[in-house]
């Protein structure tokens, strides 16, 4: 099992775009933990002269804002958030997808049923419309938002572990288990967990660019935590001077496209490494 | 008479089955209601800007709020029943014509954003499975992957800075020119003009997750007995790719965009407070902003609604094109 572990490691390694990927998704980590150290104070607060453009004045690499905020500062600080709410968002919607799914796939019947028609009830209504409308009952704020986040996100991820499940129940090694008189909890830990793992790594990375991608609209419709900067709510403030000042909307915004672009590729790379015959085969 | 037959079999069926799902959004719908801060005899005391103690008492129970709460649903149930959302203060109006008027709008986006992103999608998807692994199919890769990674709202605000503000070509937003009485064809023209950059910015993570299910479909098709035995047949290579190949790739594709609705919904909620258009987002956006929650959830129902009825829709549709999905049922 580990020796294939290694394996998918070192396929993932010499898939050059996704280390690509890792290696740009690891500077902007960086650049957010370290954002209180090379920008101290309130990114929201007012620094220079307003609407200096990049490269205008080398203490504001990327310009300021119509409020004379400085735009660096704001990105690197944004990014704090949208990180934080994309993986937190994400963990909680893993989490919740694998109980959900795992008790559905590994009991079976009337609890089977009943579950999978919740899922079904999640995934017909328009996830983001019910995010909308859980954020905006819930009032904005950073913990509602990774909340309502994971409470959209967890169906697809229930439904794969709910397969998975559903697969390997009857295998000799669950019976045995089970004969042994391990507890259901127990059983669905220590032996379903482990081989399920992949498959949840993989949905996990995609799980959180869609996140990202979703707390960037919320937050661009004012309805990000108002007390913090986002790159949403950046974009959507900037978007007042679209005409005159368009840097203000392209900045922000090409940080969300690039770790999305990240977690996507780490996601992809993934997919190859652990389902190397697969990736043979769509090459 | 026997195709009849099946067709209302299969719709017998898929209604009985949707029957939970649809008691679940309605239970989603009224619980998200009761949560929301301050009932209606708030909101509209606060637009009437005065309000004693005994006026609220009576709008509640004239509006049924001071009772229980299996009352409250059962009146809210028998409300949709007859196709009552309630009243929004706000516009001064009833939820249901609110939607009504702007459902047209939202559906003409998504229909443009579907039809221009399947399109678009399966010929990059055919382009790449020709070619796959060599370097068209490369650079198309690496295009559908950025298409799948940017914000759809961003580079709407992206195609307005080019298109509108820098060459000049194409509106802002809105969805017509206003107090322009032009009729049929320049009437249609004009509309698309406003719809040409929304729909794009719709469409664009569409067109790569189509480019992407056309070449997957495509090779695993291409690779079937029978396209070998139309080549031995001495089939040119366009009919074995058009006739053949493309015609059972196009299935799961299907299926696909039957799913897609409800992400496409969502989406266009975003893109409408971008280019300013009189859809249902725009609507969502302006009843988030008036905290009026009975619009809010409205829209949430009837979209939920919509979603059922396409998922009805694809899986008649599927049962008409393909036999053997009728006989597993």
Request: charged share 10%; proline share 4%.
């Amino acid at each position: 099992m580990s020796a294939s572990r290694s394996q998918a490691l070192r396929r993932f390694l010499r898939n050059r775009t996704a280390l690509g990927g890792l290696i740009f998704l690891i500077a902007i980590v960086l650049l957010a933990l370290t954002a209180p150290l090379f920008y101290p104070g309130d990114p929201l607060g007012m620094e220079a002269d307003a609407l200096l453009w990049p490269g205008q004045d080398w203490h504001y690499p990327l310009g300021t804002d119509a409020l004379g905020r400085d735009v660096m500062a704001g990105v690197v600080h944004g990014g704090r958030v949208s990180l934080q709410v994309g993986i937190l968002a994400s963990l909680f919607g893993v989490s919740l997808g694998l109980a959900i799914g795992a008790a559905a796939g590994y009991f079976g019947g009337r609890i089977d049923y009943l579950l999978q028609r919740l899922i079904e009830i999640f995934q017909t209504m328009p996830s983001f419309v019910l995010l909308v409308a859980l954020v905006a009952i819930a009032q904005p704020s950073v913990p509602t938002l990774i909340f309502a986040i994971g409470i959209i996100s967890w169906p697809t991820v229930a439904r794969l572990v709910r397969a998975e499940v559903r697969s390997i129940r009857e295998r000799e090694y669950i019976l045995a288990a089970r004969s042994v008189g391990y507890t259901h909890v127990r059983i669905i830990l220590r032996e379903v967990l482990p081989n399920i793992l992949p498959t949840l790594i993989v949905t996990a990375s995609i799980m959180v660019a869609s996140a990202v991608l979703m707390e960037s609209a919320l937050s661009f419709m004012g309805l990000g935590d108002p007390n913090q900067v986002s790159w949403g709510s950046m974009i959507g403030s900037g978007r007042e001077q679209i005409r005159t000042a368009w840097y203000l909307t392209a900045i922000p915004g090409l940080a969300i496209f690039l770790t999305v672009l990240a977690f996507n590729l780490i996601g992809d790379g993934l997919t190859d490494a652990f389902n190397p015959t697969q990736a043979q085969g769509r090459k | 008479m026997k195709t009849l037959l099946t067709f209302g079999g299969a719709l017998w069926r898929t209604l009985l089955h949707t029957l939970p799902t649809m008691l679940g959004i309605l239970l989603i719908n009224f619980l998200l209601l009761q949560l929301a801060p301050g009932d209606a005899a708030d909101v509209m005391a606060g637009e009437s800007g005065s309000a004693t103690q005994e006026s609220l008492a009576a709008l509640r129970s004239q509006f049924g709020l001071d009772q229980t709460i299996p009352v409250q649903l059962w009146t809210y149930l028998n409300n949709l029943a007859h196709f009552n959302l309630g009243y929004s203060p706000r516009y001064g109006s009833s939820v249901e014509a609110l939607i009504s008027q702007r459902l047209g709008t939202t559906l003409t986006l998504m229909l443009l954003a579907l039809f221009f992103s399947l399109v678009v999608g399966i010929a990059l998807g055919m382009m790449m499975a020709n070619w796959h692994g060599r370097w068209p199919d490369r650079v198309l890769s690496v295009c559908s992957q950025f298409f799948y990674s940017v914000p759809g709202f961003w580079i709407g605000l992206m195609l307005i800075v080019v298109f509108s503000v820098k060459l000049g070509w194409l509106p802002t937003g809105g969805a017509g020119t206003i107090g322009s009485d032009l009729q049929g064809w320049p009437a249609l023209l004009d509309s698309l003009r406003y719809m040409a950059l929304p729909a794009s910015s719709l469409a664009l993570i569409y067109i790569a997750i189509y480019a992407r299910l056309t070449r997957a479909s495509m090779l695993e098709a291409g690779a079937q007995d029978y396209v070998r035995t139309a080549a031995a047949k001495g089939l040119s290579p366009w009919v074995i790719t058009f006739k053949h190949v493309l015609r059972n790739a196009l299935l799961p594709i299907t299926t696909m965009a039957g799913l897609h609705f409800g992400g496409m919904l969502g989406g266009a909620v975003v893109i409408e407070t971008v280019f300013s258009l009189p859809g249902l987002g725009r609507l969502a956006y302006d009843a988030v902003m008036a905290r009026d929650y009975n619009v809010l959830l409205g829209i949430l129902l009837i979209s939920s609604l919509l979603v059922i009825i396409t998922n009805i829709l694809v899986d008649l549709l599927q049962a008409g094109l393909d036999p053997r999905i009728r006989s597993r049922r």
